[in-house]
């Protein structure tokens, strides 16, 4: 009589759960390698810009202050936006910041408008 042990052997199945589990752990260490290595990636080309305020100059233009956070030494190009009482976009400037050692500096730029704004804000930041 063939015991299950003798059968196992004869077809191999004990083999493959082994190479099943094996390459099983091996995609499971490089997927975590991989997504590791995309967050370490995504940060050092992280932006951070916060709103410090807004004066209304006039009805043509509006004065925006806001603190860069970069962690890298690279430059920087931000979307500086004037919005009326609406949300509605007045005016807005691209303002191109060079690298520097600082990890966080200050800004303040004035937006032109074509209408008297409400607020003013920074849209967007990102590595040039």
């Known amino acids: 009589m063939t015991t299950t042990l003798e059968l196992d052997e004869r077809y191999g199945r ?5 190479a099943t589990w094996i390459i099983g752990g091996i995609i ?9 290595w995309m967050t370490v990636a995504q940060s050092m080309n992280s932006v951070d810009a916060d709103d410090l305020g807004f004066e209304v100059v006039d009805a ?7 603190q860069l956070t970069a962690t890298n030494q690279k430059d920087v190009v931000c979307a500086v936006e ?3 009482v609406e949300f509605g976009v007045v ?6 910041i ?25 849209n967007a930041c990102w590595v040039a």
């Open 14 to 18: 004990g083999r493959r759960r082994k």
């Open 28 to 36: 499971a260490v490089l997927a975590v390698i991989a997504a590791g």
């Open 60 to 66: 043509h233009s509006t004065t925006v202050r806001f």
């Open 82 to 84: 004037a919005l009326d």
């Open 91 to 96: 005016g807005w400037k691209i303002v191109e």
């Open 98 to 122: 060079p690298a520097d050692a600082a990890h966080t500096r200050s800004f303040t730029v004035t937006v032109p408008t074509v209408a008297e704004a409400t607020t003013g804000l920074v």
